[in-house]
């Protein structure tokens, strides 16, 4: 035999011994993590996995009127200037009414050139300022404080929303989950005892909160001679809900 093949020979037959030792020796990494997971999954402690809501509602006890100022003038200077002028009006109003300042925040301004189109040839034709702002007060007053900012300066009311401050927010809450917590564990009691096992311990719990949308605004007709403003509002809703996953005992 020549020495070249009597070399390949050798090689052939040691690449064959070392498959043959591969193949003998320990399963491969994916047989191994199979098997874990079969052993995990056959370990896995049995739960109740429920989930529980509840809905509180309250009368609100903040309104949000939003208003703005609005003035037109052939420069840019003269809007803004007209504009301040009205919103001052408007803030002494508010004060003489009992508005705290802190109450009446600035949400927008703006200056914005205004335009004429003629036979698709666009000429400006002055510049309007806008200032639009929140303003705080209790609900029963929200009637009211739109007369005082319209009578004195304000040009548009944006809207009025009836909600909850953030103390009053807070309160329902712990109401509403509290309710959510019971309810869950209602359900999984319920389905314990259909199935004759008892409940176990907690061994998760979530939770999401979501106020409902703001009170909608019902106006009613005020005296005809005074026309006034009377805005009634409906009730808040704070809505709750959690996700348990109870242990299970064998023995009812």
Known sequence: MRPDTRIGAALVALLVLL????????PTPLAQSTAETTEQTADSTPSIS??????????????????AVEREADTADRA????????????EALRDAGVPDANVTTESFGVFPQYQYDDGERTLDGYRAVHSFRIEVSPDRAGEIVDVAVGNGADRVAGVAFTLSEEKRAE???????LAVENARTDAETMAAAAGV?????????TSNSVGPVSPVEFARGDAAESRTVLEPGDVSVTASVSVVYGIDAEQ
């Open 19 to 26: 498959a043959g030792c591969v193949g003998a020796g320990s």
């Open 80 to 91: 803004r200037g007209d504009v301040a002028t009205a919103v001052e009006e408007m803030r």
């Open 172 to 178: 329902l809450r712990q109401e509403a989950l509290t």
């Open 50 to 67: 429920v989930s529980g809501a509840a809905t509180v509602e309250a009368a609100p006890d903040l309104a949000v009127v939003r208003v």
């Open 198 to 206: 008892s409940v176990g311990p907690v061994q998760s719990l979530s």
